[in-house]
């Protein structure tokens, strides 16, 4: 799993001083039913409450606390920065859900903002948190993809925005690492056709991504594989070209020279 766990901390440090003050710190220790039991408050109170249990650590009364400050006074003030402070203590909490919904009711409310560009920093690391290894689903990786992405497209100047593309550089080599397994899934079974076409998405799609030699190469096996050692000399070619040093494109010469040596050094 791609994870950046230090980001729980430094989330504090990046966020707007007038929102997210003080640190959280590890997880709940569950919610007391006595602080959320419902009971009317003035929001000065109530939102006091809530920040103390943040920075006790007890995230999930933090977040529910936080919540409760929204519900008993909408039109305060006090609501919007509830909304974000509640999406932080949700996603310290890791319960990512929770942390997009806050986050997106807040941006649904409050789209211009100053505090809007870290809440799609939010979204966006809450689905990045639950990336999983490249042999399951990778439906999550994309739509942190997406988040990201959105990140840099809204925010190019932001260090959010720095932080998003670093992160989409990661992404991306996750997504090109499920196609080069499926792609050699594909080789071990003897489809060759189908682990060509994953490996040409990899070239396509993630051509600056570590995985992109490999996938020449096996595109070179597949090829010769399936009769065409034109095809596998332009892939090897290209790998040559690219990466002449790689280790990819040397087992890829040597496989050329065993199935067409007329064509190596031509």
Known sequence: ???????????????SATVLTGCARGGGSGANS?????????VETLYSAAKDRLDRGDLETAAALFDE???QH???PWARRAQLMSAFAYYANRDYNESIQAATRFLSIHPGNQDAPYAYYLIAMSYYEQISDVERDQAITRQ???????????????DYAADARAKIDLVNDHLAGKEMEIGRFYQRTGQWLASALRFQNVIEDYQTTSHAPEALYRLVESNLALGVPEEAQRYAAVLGANYPGNEWYERAYGLMEEHTPERVGG
């Open 74 to 76: 909408p039109y305060s």
């Open 34 to 42: 006595n602080d959320l039991a419902y009971v009317a408050r003035d």
């Open 1 to 15: 799993m791609i994870s950046t766990k230090t980001m729980r901390v430094a989330l504090v440090a990046a966020a």
């Open 144 to 158: 942190a993809l997406s988040a990201l992405t959105e990140i840099t497209r809204r925010y190019p100047n932001t």
């Open 69 to 71: 400050v929204e519900r």
